[in-house]
């Protein structure tokens, strides 16, 4: 099960943090991820996170946002900063085992951007 929280209203130029808290399975041996869906958009990947820390961004989010894991803590972050009026969307967590194919989502987060 993911868990997904930190969303909310934000002024163009604020900051979020976003967490998503894992459990019903091993954690540290999932690659973790943050995709988002805006209005009549396709869900498309915002971050990724490796076993091993590696991380990957959309170049729309590049030097914005910062996805990091807490392995002990089961949980996955999300950390937006310069949050722009085109951020607005629903962010999904999802966690992957390229090893198994076991893969689950969280439920999502509203993160609204606007004056």
């Known amino acids: 099960q993911l868990v997904e929280s930190g969303g909310g209203l934000v002024q163009p130029g604020g900051s979020l943090r976003l967490s998503c808290a894992a459990s019903?399975?091993?954690?540290?041996?999932?690659?973790m991820a943050w995709y988002r869906q805006a209005p009549g958009k396709q869900r498309e990947l915002v971050a990724s996170?490796?076993?091993?820390?590696?991380?990957n961004y959309a170049d729309s989010v590049k030097g914005r946002f910062t996805i990091s894991r807490d392995n002990a803590k089961n949980t996955v972050y999300l950390q937006m900063n310069s949050l722009a009026p085109e951020d607005t969307a629903v962010y999904y967590c999802?966690?992957?085992?390229?090893?198994?194919?076991?893969?689950?989502w969280g439920q999502g987060t509203q993160v609204t951007v606007s004056s």
């Open positions: 999802k966690a992957t085992n390229y090893y198994s194919g076991d893969q689950y």
């Open positions: 019903g399975f091993t954690f540290s041996y999932y690659a």
């Open positions: 996170i490796t076993r091993g820390g590696n991380t």
